[in-house]
T-cell receptor, first 116, second 115 residues
Framework: GENVEQHPSTLSVQEGDSAVIKCTYS??????FPWYKQELGKGPQLIID?????GEKKDQRIAVTLNKTAKHFSLHITETQPEDSAVYFC???????????????FGRGTQLTVWP | GAGVSQSPSNKVTEKGKDVELRCDPI?????LYWYRQSLGQGLEFLIY????????KSGLPSDRFSAERTGGSVSTLTIQRTQQEDSAVYLC?????????????FGPGTRLTVT
């Protein structure tokens, strides 16, 4: 099965700085890469995702980049705010549109702390 | 609308006892997932239900773990003869359809402590 590695495990930044979290995957057939954010005491929540037919996707202050050749993808958060503090999980899957098969393989998570 | 709910929110049990954890998915969601979250271990997939299909049980760590989903809605995860290593947060998620590209909506989890 797929193996997803995520780094770093912890990340501390000053408010206003940028934060980058990186993930690698092992199965070249993987083509769908979501990111989830988990706030303290809550379940994870999808924040952004990318498919392998694009190299970058942005949504306001967050962006995800994908390098299929190197089999790695990254989450970029700009102008960080204290409310960005959470655990972030990357995931990978081989996903066929309309198929009910397959599941997400998650990384181990990154604890992001944004200091005011 | 109502999200995914799980009960109990916390459960403390003695080693060797059986426990049942409950998940109420979002109404109309056909897919339901169980995950285990141990400290520093990320999200460990346990089992996946999709409609009336046979569940994907490939993530269950031992035969002490089982799950069922009644009427395509509520699901119960049962752990028999609990061990200390079973201590973790157990998360349930549901999605509108099966397959990884449909957003999974997670519940708040059940924190299980085995003493």
């Amino acid at each position: 099965g797929e193996n997803v590695e995520q780094h770093p495990s912890t990340l501390s930044v000053q408010e206003g700085d940028s934060a980058v979290i990186k993930c690698t995957y092992s199965d070249s057939a993987s083509n769908y890469f979501p990111w989830y954010k988990q706030e303290l005491g809550k379940g994870p929540q999808l924040i952004i995702d990318i498919r392998s037919n694009v190299g970058e996707k942005k949504d306001q202050r967050i962006a995800v980049t994908l390098n299929k050749t190197a089999k790695h993808f990254s989450l970029h958060i700009t102008e960080t705010q204290p409310e960005d503090s959470a655990v972030y999980f990357c995931a990978a899957s081989m996903a066929d549109r309309g198929s009910t098969l397959g599941r997400l393989y998650f990384g181990r998570g990154t604890q992001l702390t944004v200091w005011p | 609308g109502a999200g995914v709910s799980q009960s109990p929110s916390n459960k403390v049990t003695e080693k060797g006892k059986d426990v049942e954890l409950r998940c109420d998915p979002i109404s109309g969601h056909t897919a339901l997932y169980w995950y285990r979250q141990s400290l520093g271990q990320g999200l460990e997939f346990l089992i996946y239900f999709q409609g009336n299909s046979a569940p994907d049980k490939s993530g269950l760590p031992s035969d002490r773990f089982s799950a069922e989903r009644t009427g395509g809605s509520v699901s119960t995860l049962t752990i028999q003869r609990t061990q200390q290593e079973d201590s973790a947060v157990y998360l349930c998620a549901s999605s509108l359809r099966g397959g990884p590209t449909y957003e999974q909506y997670f519940g708040p989890g059940t924190r299980l402590t085995v003493t």
